[in-house]
């Protein structure tokens, strides 16, 4: 019995250990496998977009109704549709997608890119079932995104290094797949990043997808400027810029109160709070200046900032703000101080949109900058020099020029008694002659030259943008609709921040809305006094309006610009008309037949409704070239009312398109076309045409080979929007400025500023 046992252990435990050596070997290759799921993913996003895919499995999947809830039908699908994935080789199944990739699997999808990239896969009759190893298909993905030419350091496909904040499942959000970074937020669909929380680590991506997990940098993190919450004996409530986690401390903390409301660098190791480094030193002011290196601060100068400078908006629902979201000519903020540098500012209040801040351009419009400025004080005031103050007489004059000593350190602020009184700046021309400022003047020495900026208080600025942009005789209702919709495009620009980098929101040209090219007036006045505050509305929100000078009876939306119109449904085409509605005329045929006639309307009767150019292929072939002798111009695509949007112009040697209503516009335009209008007068000397809302017949070559184009054209300007003079025919007709403007933004609203938040 014993021998027996004994010959039983010697073939036993040899046994055993080659079962082991078997199983260790199975696990290592299924170890070093790659998902069908995962490698099909990742093929497919060296391609398209998440979003692409995802439209593609949306019009046809291969799979079953039951599976279309599965993260990688979308991806499959997208390959499937592009013969990258042989269905007869991998059945669009769970259990496929789910399996082990195959070297033939490997092969085919490599074949599809480049004959030599399928020898590379290294596929034989013995091994063509068996899985292909997963470090194999990293190298060939490398290789195929370099055949495709999307493996970039910045580009589509990437390494990246990221700190993993948390998922999805550290905010309780229902959309599944969302890790929280170091660079933002990164989908990670088939990866299992949880156990990667607070560590940092090298990573595949593709766009804003993680592929796969490289390796762990480091057990140890830190966490620069985060905002503290709340602090406990044991843990530390903090937002992370983008959620809010609770952060575990080994040791408990002796003052956890002074900790919560504070700025801090929060050091971890192995997932736990090792040190907390505070930053409590703050200061505040109005914000002068705004750049990506620097923030000025009324009676701080320019102060640097770190570089993992952060913004919060603490009032309200808490979030992360843009360094854009600093406004300037605000003091909203409080900032956090660092070693003399700025390492956050702190958001304590919703802006008022009190004042605005004017970047005032040379004479012409032609720059920002100016060689020298002269100003006239109107009342006594004072010149503010960092912390000199001089004081001022009526009367008194000063001069900077460019180089100017005066300004080599801070700005220089000049501050009227009376800011409603003004500043003369006579060293610039406007249409009215030498303007006048009111509010305050801020000079600065910038390195293209000097740099002036008016703030003042929105309602002032309005009595001067409203008399520049609609003529001060209009009707008091249409004139109401100019103030309204000036203040939105003003209050919406004081947000952008726009001109952050030079210490203002807009300047005085076209480019935002002129300001003070003429005289103020009663009528004038008044429109923007009795709409006081008063802004369009749409969804408890500003309105992103538009106006322009005279329709053809028709407006358009704003897809014309590349918006999103169920973002923007208010900017829709209306016909300028009693009735209102709107009518189809993106057919070249149908549009060519109602902008020839001259249909009843708001703003019939002004000359610019219906005019009439001709153009030459002589004329034309100096701003397209390239095409030969130009023959034949078309509209080949119009959106909403009719306006064009893509142009076609073609010539002996080829054909060219031309997109957009302004580019449509200036191709076609020529300083020598005689515009004539509808009232018989005519206009010489503009660049582009009144509009882009046109129809064009082409004539015959006369004997020189010249061909010529008649336009018909309507309306002046683009389009979008409230038409100027449709509003002064409305309100000729009885209509209220509020009737007006819900009538040219449907679905809008009239509210007071108090009711933005």
Request: aromatic residues 10%; charged residues 25%; glycine residues 10%.
């Amino acid at each position: 019995m014993k021998k027996k046992r004994m010959m039983g252990w010697m073939f036993g435990i040899p046994l055993i250990v080659i079962l082991l050596i078997i199983i260790i070997r199975i696990r290592d290759v299924e170890k070093d496998t790659i998902t069908r799921a995962a490698a099909y993913k990742a093929a497919a996003l060296s391609v398209w977009t998440v979003e692409e895919c995802g439209q593609k499995s949306q019009e046809s999947s291969m799979f079953s109704a039951s599976s279309q809830n599965q993260w990688y039908v979308k991806y499959m699908d997208a390959l499937y549709q592009e013969g990258w994935i042989s269905r007869d080789l991998t059945p669009a199944t769970e259990e496929t997608a789910e399996g082990a990739l195959t070297y033939e699997e490997a092969a085919y999808l490599a074949g599809q890119v480049s004959d030599q990239l399928e020898d590379q896969v290294g596929m034989t009759k013995k091994n063509r079932q068996s899985p292909y190893p997963s470090k194999s298909w990293w190298k060939l993905y490398e290789e195929i995104c370099g055949e495709l030419e999307v493996w970039e350091e910045d580009g589509k496909v990437r390494e990246e290094t990221l700190t993993i904040c948390g998922t999805f499942e550290d905010t309780g959000e229902k959309t599944p797949w969302r890790a929280y970074t170091s660079e933002g937020s990164r989908g990670f669909e088939g990866l299992g990043l949880s156990a990667y929380r607070d560590r940092e680590i090298r990573v595949l991506s593709s766009g804003r997808e993680i592929l796969r997990v490289i390796e762990k940098v480091s057990d140890s993190v830190v966490y620069k400027n985060i905002w503290i919450i709340d602090a406990k004996d044991d843990s530390i409530n903090g937002y992370l810029g983008s959620i809010t986690r609770d952060l575990p401390i080994k040791s408990k903390l002796k003052d956890p109160e002074e900790m919560s409301g504070q700025v801090a660098d929060v050091y971890l190791t192995d997932g736990e709070v090792k040190k907390v480094v505070l930053k409590k030193e703050r200061i505040s002011g109005k914000v002068l200046q705004v750049s990506d290196e620097f923030i000025e601060v009324e009676g701080y100068g320019e102060i640097p900032l770190t570089e993992d400078f952060r913004v919060y908006r603490l009032y309200g629902e808490l979030r992360r703000q843009n360094l854009s979201d600093v406004v300037v000519g605000y003091d909203a903020q409080e900032f956090v101080v660092e070693d003399k540098k700025l390492c956050a500012a702190l958001t304590m209040r919703p802006f008022d949109a009190e004042k605005i801040r004017v970047l005032i351009m040379d004479n012409g419009f032609r720059s920002i900058y100016h060689d020298s400025v002269t100003l006239e004080f109107k009342v006594p005031g004072e010149m503010i020099t960092g912390d000199k103050t001089e004081a001022f007489k009526a009367g008194d004059v000063v001069t900077f020029r460019s180089g100017d000593n005066r300004l080599s350190g801070d700005r220089v602020i000049l501050r009227p008694s009376d800011e409603s009184a003004g500043i003369r700046i006579p060293t610039i021309n406007r249409g009215a002659g030498t303007p006048e400022y009111p509010g305050q003047i801020e000079v600065k020495q910038e390195s293209g030259g000097l740099v002036i900026v008016n703030e003042v208080y929105l309602e002032e600025y309005l009595k001067r943008v409203v008399p520049s942009e609609m003529p001060a005789s209009y009707e008091l209702e249409a004139l109401k609709t100019q103030a309204v919709c000036a203040r939105t495009y003003a209050w919406r620009q004081i947000m952008a921040n726009g001109y952050k980098d030079h210490g203002a929101h807009v300047d005085d040209s076209t480019q935002y809305q002129v300001y003070n090219n003429t005289e103020t007036y009663n009528s004038t006045d008044t429109a923007v006094n009795e709409t006081y505050g008063k802004m369009v509305m749409y969804d408890n929100e500003v309105a992103e309006i538009y106006y322009f000078s005279t329709s053809c009876g028709h407006t358009t939306d704003g897809t014309l610009w590349g918006a999103d119109q169920s973002k923007y449904p208010y900017l829709k085409g209306v016909a300028v008309r009693e009735e209102g509605g709107a009518l189809d005329l993106t057919n070249n045929e149908d549009f060519a037949q109602y902008i020839k006639s001259v249909p009843d309307g708001f703003e019939s009767d002004i000359g610019l409704y219906r005019w009439k150019t001709s153009l030459t292929s002589r004329q034309l072939e100096r701003k397209v070239t390239g095409l030969g002798n130009i023959t034949k111009v078309a509209m080949k695509e119009r959106s909403t009312g009719g306006i064009g949007k893509v142009l076609v112009v073609q010539g002996t040697a080829g054909s060219k398109e031309i997109r957009g209503e302004w580019q449509i516009r200036s191709t076609l335009g020529n300083q020598d076309l005689v515009i004539e209008q509808q009232n018989g007068n005519t206009i010489t000397g503009w660049d582009s045409l009144p509009s882009a809302f046109v129809s064009i017949e082409c004539g015959s070559p006369d004997g020189d080979g010249v061909t010529t184009f008649t336009i018909y054209g309507g309306g002046y300007g683009h389009g979008v929007g409230m038409s100027q003079n449709g509003a002064q025919g409305m309100a000729k007709a009885g209509k209220d400025y509020r009737e007006i403007l819900e009538f040219f933004f449907p679905g809008t609203r009239i509210a007071e500023i108090e009711d933005v938040s």
